[in-house]
């Protein structure tokens, strides 16, 4: 109920509990008590309403949510779950959800799709396609992410090669259920000419060092790429705009992406997004957007 779940980590350490206690050694037991006591405090913080809501919904537990109930809550949610078999996909069902959209890195096995197919009639599991780790030009495992991609299609030593690689993946994608795609931007970047993002390219994959301004040109023209190859194939793309990642960089580096440590940033995109979309529409290239 907690593992993974960088909201509720981020509400805890907002609170003042121990890392030992959010993501460090303790019991499964001891997280759930330290996390019952602080959101306990946190009337009006929607992590209040949806934890008391699943409690009620999937383990008939109407008790409220706070440090003194939390032994009762751990014991009866525990038993509730042995007496009735309870699987993630029962509460799947539950919520009569009819798909859902995974995120998959572009070099991610896809195998596991048609295998889940096979195995639940009641939803559909499929992939939505993220380039993130391809578009993201300065992180220090870049060569590395496009390596991943080269292996599942052909060798990358040019922008050439890897566009058409990440052609290659989305309609791999598309042949298994894709209909999505994802970008998280902080923000929209101008669109470079594509010589530019080429020369950027080819000094990142010859391991030298690239600047901000570099980084950021490479960035703006892949944006602009990768919605133009979802617009030719009809993917709708969400865009999530304006999240200034991995402020914690000693916790980036114990802990990974994804560990409750990005916030909002303050980028405005408006104008920049507005030329991206304007040209994409001129061009009858522009998806559906979520943004």
């Known amino acids: 109920w907690l593992k993974g779940d960088h909201y509720k980590w981020r509400l805890m350490r907002n609170y003042g509990i121990d890392e030992e206690y959010i993501t460090g050694n303790k019991s499964d037991k001891e997280k759930f008590l330290a996390y019952c006591k602080t959101v306990g405090t946190a009337f009006g913080n929607p992590l209040y309403h949806w934890s008391q809501s699943e409690l009620e919904d999937y383990f008939d537990c109407k008790v409220e949510i706070n440090e003194k109930s939390a032994e009762y809550i751990w014991d009866s949610c525990n ?121 950027v390219f080819a000094k990142r994959l010859n391991r030298e060092n690239i600047d901000i301004g570099q980084a950021e040109a490479f960035k703006g023209y892949l944006t602009y790429f990768l919605l133009k190859l979802y617009g030719t194939y009809d993917i709708a793309a969400e865009i999530h705009v304006g999240a200034m990642r991995n402020n914690n960089s000693a916790m980036l580096k114990k802990l990974g992406l994804d560990s409750g440590y990005d916030s909002i940033s303050e980028e405005n995109s408006s104008s920049n997004l507005s030329k991206l979309f304007d040209k994409l529409n001129c061009e009858n290239l522009l998806p559906k957007i979520i943004l």
């Open 79 to 199: 038993k509730y779950i042995k007496k009735h078999h309870i699987k993630p996909s029962d509460i799947i069902k539950k919520s009569n959800v009819k798909i859902i959209f995974t995120t998959n890195e572009v070099f991610d096995d896809l195998s596991t799709f048609p295998a889940l197919k096979d195995k639940f009639k009641d939803f559909t599991v499929l992939p939505a396609f993220r380039a993130d780790k391809i578009m993201n030009i300065e992180a220090e495992g870049y060569v590395n992410f496009v390596s991943k991609l080269a292996k599942v299609t052909a060798p990358i030593s040019c922008l050439s090669e890897l566009e058409t690689a990440l052609e290659e993946r989305l309609k791999a994608f598309i042949a298994i259920g894709c209909k999505a795609a994802d970008i998280a931007l902080e923000r929209a970047l101008p669109i470079c000419d594509r010589q530019t993002a080429e020369k």
